[in-house]
């Protein structure tokens, strides 16, 4: 009986160190439940291309439909037009000049969203959509251009949180009325 008492006491201390052993195991690291393959972005390009065409062949029918217009396209992906071009030698707004104009904004349809908002801006240091902060550097003192912005040039994905959603393509008439050159 001593004997078994023994090989049970040998056991239970094997047993015991075997569990203290394997209980202080450090951590391992898991791999992950799912990798991230990049699809999502992939499909995000798709769906902006896609978007992109279908504002381009609209924008493009636009201008077909307006033979009487010169439309020109811009560096920057949008197109315009002149409703008073003043042929005379005179400066674009450039970086910091603070320009006064005039503008209305409109859906691709043509129906009015903002009436003639009257705004000054400091070039390139205040908040204003792309497009039109790139529009403005094509006009002179007294112009008036018709511009049409593709969404991504306009508010884009989250529109201006007031009246124009998510990707919409707008159509602003813009009349430059001033420029107040910064000093220098």
Sequence with gaps: MGNKILKMKRLLVIFS????????????????ESVQSGSFLKESAERNKKLNELEQTHIKDIIKSNP????????SGFWYYYNTKIETASAKPQFGDVVDFDYNISNIEGQEIYAKINRSYVMDKEELFTGLREGLKLLKPNETATFIFPSQKAYGYYGDDNKIGTNIPLICEVTLNTIIKKND
């Design 17 to 32: 160190l075997s569990i203290l052993c394997f209980s202080c195991k450090s951590p391992e690291a898991r791999m992950p």
């Design 68 to 75: 009487d217009k010169t439309y020109i396209a811009s560096e």
